[in-house]
């Protein structure tokens, strides 16, 4: 807990999202639940923030619960959601395609969840994001079961404890050395975390082309700087903005150099400044990067020193 305390006070924010109910939250872990930011529960149907409760789904329906308690499959009623045994999960398949409901099963471990369609980690997360102007661009989600996974795909870092199950193993981008509570606890200290070292995501990576043997070409998704060469009328600047990004929250530096032009002039393509947005860049990365040489360094160096303090004040 002093972690997270120590993590949360130098700007870090943090959302608990999980299948159990706000009850037990508030009975076992009190003291998790009042350092989080907001608190998504039920998997996904339920959002808290600052002590206020929205249903983001509709409970499963009265006709649900009636069946599988004439059938004499025992379940918890949650406020939204009803916990099952996975071992049930045959004969409550075989119940809700006799009701044609719409109702779906996602297990959790050795649970079986049943829940309105389309409630998710990933659809409460994104609620829970919106509520707080944060983007998914900025999101690093952490899990080890098989309802993890929707949330891991919307997050822009997946991040797996060592002892998860294969396929989130397999969806993660970071897989921490050790497992549940101590791997979530090792993230919190991890040099990506602490802004000490950079990590690049390889499924976000854009394609831009191919080369001459079909092979594409991509470039990172985030904390690259691109100079794109050649003469004019090649496509430069067509190239720069369609590779730009299609949010302020995790912009690219595109330089375009053209040699034929008077001095080797390089023009600044950042569109996201070009369009008033305050993009999100790392000041260490800004004080240090060098243009190359051409009367549009002068531009650069404008645009690095505007948004330096800007960077300074926004956490990683």
Do not use: Y
């Not at 993230?187 to 854009?206: C, K, Q, S, W």
Request: with cysteine.
């Amino acid at each position: 807990m002093r972690q997270l305390t120590a993590q949360r006070d130098a700007g870090l924010r943090v959302i608990l999202v999980t299948g159990r109910c706000l009850e037990d939250l508030d009975r076992d872990f009190a003291d998790v639940v009042a350092a989080v930011e907001a608190v998504v529960a039920q998997n996904g149907a339920l959002l808290r923030i600052d002590g206020e409760v929205e249903e983001l789904q509709p409970p499963v329906s009265t006709q649900v619960r009636d069946a599988l308690g004439r059938a004499g499959i025992t379940f918890r009623p949650g406020r939204v959601i009803l916990d099952c045994r996975a071992d049930d999960a045959l004969a409550i398949a075989g119940i809700l395609g006799d009701l044609g409901s719409d109702v779906q099963a996602i297990g959790n471990r050795g649970q079986l969840m049943l829940l309105p369609a389309g409630a998710t980690k990933a659809s409460g997360l994104a609620a829970a994001l919106h509520a707080l102007g944060i983007s998914p661009h900025n999101t690093m989600a952490v899990g080890d079961a098989e309802n993890d996974l929707a949330m891991l795909h919307l997050a822009e870092v997946a991040v797996a404890v060592a002892n998860a199950l294969p396929a989130v193993l397999e969806a993660a981008d970071l897989v921490l050395p050790l497992e549940a509570g101590a791997g979530v606890q090792s993230l919190l200290t991890h040099p990506i975390l602490t802004g000490e070292a950079r990590m690049t995501i390889p499924r976000r990576d854009l394609r831009i082309g191919e080369t001459a043997a079909g092979q594409p070409v991509t470039v990172p998704a985030a904390d690259a700087n691109i100079l794109i060469t050649g003469e004019s009328g090649s496509g430069k600047s067509h190239l720069a903005r369609h590779g730009s990004p299609p949010h302020p929250a995790r912009p690219a530096l595109a330089q375009v150099h053209d040699p034929s032009a008077a001095g080797g002039s390089v023009v600044h393509l950042h569109r996201a400044v070009r369009q008033g947005h305050r993009p999100r860049l790392d000041h260490r990365r800004v004080r240090a990067w060098r243009p190359v040489r051409g009367r549009g360094c002068d531009l650069v160096a404008s645009f690095a020193r505007r948004l330096l303090p800007v960077a300074r004040d926004q956490p990683r």
